[in-house]
């Protein structure tokens, strides 16, 4: 794959802390993508906001307000991502889709694809920029805009399940599934709005772990170990 969006659960890189941040782990994600950049793949990285803030959990704040405090929390964690990945000796950027002073650059296909061209991994912050779209859409829409070749899904969970498995213990685990499946049944891979989007783009998304050993580049490699969740 020549480029792929790697999307990122903030609730994974909490750790164990589940908030804030795990450096370690943090470093361990970026130890694997600096392998794959370095092998030739460009990478391009959102992360959800869930280790500070998730608005759909509030009932007392304007949905909104909400979800604009989980844009800024999307944001952070870049930043903050981003640096550990130019303290392993990558070169980064952040795209956000709202001006964000000196702290990001702007949005736009060109000039990501210009960081892209430059060996940059660059970080898509802020979501799609609007409330009522969560980070599963954001990362759907970039990996559209920006043509990439697939969607690398790192979770808390080994892949796609029948149902709840922390639940339902006879929960079965998918090694491949197709898109129009998972909506069909209802599956919590990404959102459904980001379901459809993948559906009618035709982008493919691998799920897997993110403690797992490796997952990142074993998947870049074809040693993959989750769901493949085809077009």
Not at 72 to 89: D, H, K, Q, W
Not at 195 to 213: C, D, G, H, Q, R
Request: some cysteine; glycine content about 10%; hydrophobic content about 40%.
């Amino acid at each position: 794959m020549k480029r792929v969006l790697l999307k990122l659960s903030g609730e994974a890189l909490a750790g164990d802390k589940k908030t804030g941040f795990d450096e370690e782990t943090v470093r361990g994600v970026a130890l694997q993508v600096k392998e794959i950049v370095d092998h030739g793949t460009q990478v391009g990285i959102v992360i959800g906001g869930g280790n500070f803030w998730r608005g759909r959990s509030s009932n007392n704040i304007d949905r909104t307000k909400a979800d604009q405090i989980g844009m800024l929390a999307t944001v952070m964690n870049c930043i903050y991502v981003s640096e550990i990945f130019r303290s392993v000796g990558m070169k980064t950027n952040i795209l956000t889709p709202f001006e964000c002073g000196s702290f990001t650059k702007l949005f736009s296909k060109d000039r990501a694809n210009k960081y892209f061209e430059k060996g940059m991994v660059v970080f898509f912050a802020g979501g799609t920029g609007h409330p009522y779209f969560s980070t599963d859409t954001g990362v759907l829409l970039r990996a559209i805009e920006v043509d990439a070749d697939a969607i690398l899904l790192a979770k808390a969970i080994d892949g796609v399940y029948s149902a709840d498995p922390k639940i339902d213990p006879n929960a079965k685990r998918y090694d491949e599934i197709s898109i129009s499946e998972v909506i069909d049944k209802k599956l919590q891979v990404v959102d459904l709005t980001a379901s459809i989007l993948a559906m009618e783009n035709k982008m493919p998304m691998y799920v897997f772990s993110l403690n797992e050993e490796n997952s990142i580049v074993n998947t870049i490699n074809g040693k993959f170990n989750g769901t493949k969740v085809t077009v």
